[in-house]
């Protein structure tokens, strides 16, 4: 079996990846409880974006830092 790799060793497509999908499922979900709420149409659609987000900047900070944290090590820890 062999070991877990760390965050820079995974690359930056996987991290990428994931963070693509946390915000699409909570924009789905946002975008079915809107819709269950009774609004339609255009107006749905722009609140579930509003609204997902808005939520998915604390949901998905660890995905962000994950990038961050690849992109130092990439250029040395240099700014």
């Avoid at 699409?24 to 979900?29: I, Q, S, T």
């Avoid at 509003?50 to 939520?55: E, I, P, R």
């Amino acid at each position: 079996m062999e070991p877990r790799k760390s965050r820079s060793e995974r690359g930056l497509l996987g991290i990428n990846v994931r963070y693509f999908a946390i915000r699409a499922v909570l924009f789905g979900v946002v975008l079915a409880v809107v819709l269950l709420l009774g609004l339609g149409g255009l107006l749905a659609f722009v609140l579930a974006l509003a609204v997902s987000g808005l939520l998915s900047y604390p949901l998905a900070l660890r995905q962000r830092r994950a990038v961050l944290e690849v992109m130092e090590n990439r250029h040395g820890g240099q700014r």
